[in-house]
């Protein structure tokens, strides 16, 4: 009946070409949730660089919790929803509106097709180098995401990514800005750590909503709360019944995930690739566990972080971490050497500026390091879009092994 052809499949692909040959109809994946699931609903749309899909999962239980029935979809796993979507019994979708494109003859982001009712946009920055050649090419992409949202929907802005802002001002939607200082519209205030999380007051247009408790950890993580929590706000949920509901979010799996425990030692997995998640990610760490020796191991994977789009900015990401090991950049021989990140650089740089740093070739290099170094109670922070060669497992193996004798 209907083939849908994901963005990473090729011209090439026989099951495409079987499926044009046979004159099966084709579609791209948000063509088709566009067709089947968002016709008719009120639809909020969370998009942006950084924070998209903990946003999205947090407005989703939000909405899920206080009894809309909404659909969600997003591009991650949530304990909440058993998996990465919700199918909807009621008049709302939340969805994770990523700006790669659709498919390979469906050149447009993704949130294009989604008809937003209402929009976060979390941040602007440089990602995706190989569909974007440069920041104008991302910033527009967002514009067109600003112009289809509607006059009568709603637009939060993070207020904090300059880029962010002027892109908002192509949107004719009732526009707020949103964040973790008094200079927004809607900001937390009297933030504060807890053992299992962040509690926060809420301003919202200059009214107080009270506190809230968040189960997440890190500044970063509050100022999603806060875009989520203005949402439901908007769409008529009572600060009441989302301040009951916001401590039963189980987070997202592979963001600040504790993947192992060896005594006191944890092993934690975060999706951070690019350098602003890598320095809110482990800050927010070393908030946590302000007096315990944190690590960073970093795998440059995707296709913008092997690249040297970020040369200057690496080094300058790891600035919470005590020890950094990095691997050298996956499929590094796949690349013209022009294109590729100099990690011996970054190195460089790092211990220039006093960080003890060091590059390995090999994953199983810097598991012996690491676990030949390591202390009783040290943090591992291992960063990658990807599966960096099953690091998590086998360094939890090997600290195991180093302090059971």
Known sequence: DLVIVGNACRPSNPEVQAAIKADIPCTSMPR??????????????????????????????????????????????CPNFDGSF???????????????????FDKVPKFIHYAPKSVILTSVEFDHADIYDDINAVTRAFRQLMHKTPKDGALFVCGDYP?????????????????ADNT??????????????????????????GHFLLPLFGTFNVTNAVAAISVALQLGIPADTIRENLPGFKGIKRRQEIFAKIGDILVIDDFAHHPTAIEVTTK????RFPDRRVWGIFEPRSNTARRNHFQEEFPKSFNACDNILLSWPYNMDKLDESER??????????????????????VEQIISYATAKARVDDIFVIMSNGGFKGIHGKLTDALKKRFAE
């Open 32 to 77: 088709a949730i566009h067709d089947i699931f968002l016709q008719g609903r009120h639809v909020v749309v969370i998009a942006g660089t950084h924070g998209k899909t903990t946003t999205t999962a947090l407005t989703g239980w939000l909405l899920e919790s206080c009894g809309l029935k909404p659909g969600v979809f997003i591009g991650g796993v």
């Open 86 to 104: 919700l199918l909807p019994r009621g008049d709302y979708f939340v969805i994770e509106g990523d700006e790669y494109d659709s498919a390979l």
């Open 284 to 287: 927010a760490i070393k908030e």
């Open 163 to 179: 880029l962010g802002l002027e892109t908002s001002q192509y949107c004719q939607a009732q526009t707020r800005t949103y964040g």
């Open 341 to 362: 990140l100099d990690i011996r650089k970054v190195v460089d740089e790092l211990q220039a500026n006093g960080k003890q740093a060091l590059a390995f070739p090999e």
């Open 184 to 209: 927004q519209q809607v900001y937390a205030q009297h933030v504060k750590p807890t053992e299992d999380g962040v509690s926060f007051e809420l301003i919202f247009e200059g009214e107080s909503k």
